[in-house]
Every structure is written in structure tokens, then in C-alpha cells.
């Protein structure tokens, strides 16, 4: 069953098409930059950029902004606050953080896919407070301690 997300387009970003998944059994959809003019993303440093949407996600369900694995490869861009949680309360128009974390100064045009939106159904836990944890066979061992 596919889940309906309803979807506002906002400043002036009715040219660009609505996200849409790339193939039959894509997780994530592609998001687009609603930039006004292109953004210049020198190594090292950080953009915010637009996507020119808001979404009303329905309760019981998240939306989480990702990277894009060619843009990682071939130019060294990423997101920030990776993966970033869209809350199914929030209303604001949805931004990625970008890094350039590549040798060389980016460009961000208009239109461009720059992060990858994925839904999920999430639930919500309340916390027991306990004064001990009971024991597990792996215990406290953390980083690589259940093999490589």
C-alpha cells in the first residue's frame, strides 16, 4: 500500500517537478534545489539549500532527509545531521544542509537533485527507568566488539 503524503510547493518553485521515486523499488525519492540562483559551495564549507516544499506528513510516519551516493562519490558533497528528520508535526518548507567536503567549489543550480527523501512508520516509546539493566551476552562491549 502507498502511503499518500500531501505536498505544498511554495516560493515560486511551481517549475520544478514534485519529488518522485527514480525506479520501481527506490526507498528514497529525489529532492530538488528551488534556488533562485546557483549557490557556490567552496571546500569545506556548508549551504543551506531550499527544496521549495512543504509536507503534511501523517501521524505515525517520518520523513528523513538523506544523501545522495553520486553526489558523495563524484564530488565529495554530503548531507549534514544526516539522517535529518522531518517530524510529522512540523509544516516549514523542508532545507538540506550541504557540506563540500571535495577538493574542489560546487555549484548548486536550480533544479538540481541534491538529498533523497525517505518515509518511515516510527512509534514512539516511553522510558522505564531502571537501577540495572538486566545482562545480554554481548554486554557493554561496544565499537567493533561483535567482530569487524
Known amino acids: 500500500m502507498t502511503e499518500k503524503i500531501r505536498v505544498e510547493a511554495v ?17 528514497g525519492m529525489d529532492l530538488l534545489a528551488a534556488v533562485d540562483q546557483a549557490v557556490e559551495i567552496a571546500p569545506g564549507k556548508t549551504s543551506l539549500i531550499p527544496t521549495g516544499l512543504r509536507l503534511g506528513i501523517p501521524p505515525g510516519y517520518e520523513g528523513q532527509v538523506r544523501p545522495r551516493s553520486g553526489l558523495a562519490l563524484k564530488h565529495g558533497i554530503t548531507c549534514l545531521n544526516s539522517p535529518g528528520t522531518i517530524d510529522a508535526d512540523y509544516r516549514g518548507e523542508i532545507k538540506v544542509i550541504l557540506i563540500n ?3 574542489e567549489t560546487f555549484l548548486v543550480r536550480r533544479g538540481d537533485r541534491v538529498a533523497q527523501l525517505v518515509f518511515n512508520k516510527i ?7 531502571m537501577d540495572e539493566l538486566p545482562d545480554t551476552e554481548r554486554g557493554a562491549g561496544a565499537f567493533g566488539s561483535t567482530g569487524s
Open 11 to 27: 516560493n515560486l518553485c511551481s517549475d520544478l517537478p514534485l519529488p518522485g521515486y527514480m525506479s520501481a523499488m527506490a526507498a
Open 101 to 103: 567536503l571535495g577538493q
Open 123 to 129: 512509534a514512539q516509546a516511553s522510558l522505564i527507568e
